[in-house]
């Protein structure tokens, strides 16, 4: 299994600012997937990111709202512009080989 | 319709209890089933990965896949405090998205 680490792990924020989450994983992997878990609500796919390739975004998820990076085989980024208290949940990224998803540890964003 | 349905629980059981968590689907295109557990503060951790129906064993913790029926099952034998966790079912088809669960939470009292 891979070893993910997510930065920062928590922010309180102020509305109308943006906020950028790095995924770092400890081997080097195709497809990288950053979901965001609300309160009672089931992990919600934001997008899939390839290295080397535009971001495939869910529906109900925008690209300027959500930019997503992808410099290279262990490294991915997610922004979360212009929030808003909607905006507050965690944000996971997960890697996986085929259909076993492994996840980060979650940074916990509270917009005010 | 939701694509996956769970019941959210919570679940409170005695230590040694047998533990049974559900979820029922619509899509019967699903073929690989998960379990996640998560604990509070941390994301989820495979537990279980199952292909089309059938049992799988895994210690104390056991997969069941009912396609027939679009109903998974996750028993856990001898309940221990720290499986106290939310516990979250997964599916997906061949390709692409995975669909979860909300999650059950699961307290095991000592």
Known sequence: ?112 | QKEVEQDPGPLSVPEGAIVSLNCTYSNSAFQYFMWYRQYSRKGPELLMYTYSSGNKEDGRFTAQVDKSSKYISLFIRDSQPSDSATYLCAMSGSVGQFYFGTGTSLTVIP
């Open chain 1, 1 to 112: 299994s891979a070893v993910i680490s997510q930065k920062p792990s928590r922010d309180i924020c102020q509305r109308g600012t943006s906020l950028t989450i790095q995924c770092q994983v400890d081997s080097q992997v195709t497809m990288m997937f950053w979901y965001r878990q609300q309160p009672g609500q089931s992990l919600t796919l934001i997008a899939t990111a390839n290295q080397g390739s535009e971001a495939t975004y869910e529906s109900g998820f925008v690209i300027d709202k959500f930019p997503i990076s992808r410099p290279n085989l262990t490294f991915s980024t997610l922004t979360v512009s212009n929030m808003s208290p909607e905006d507050s949940s965690i944000y996971l990224c997960s890697v996986g080989p085929g259909h076993e998803q492994f996840f980060g540890p979650g940074t916990r964003l509270t917009v005010l």
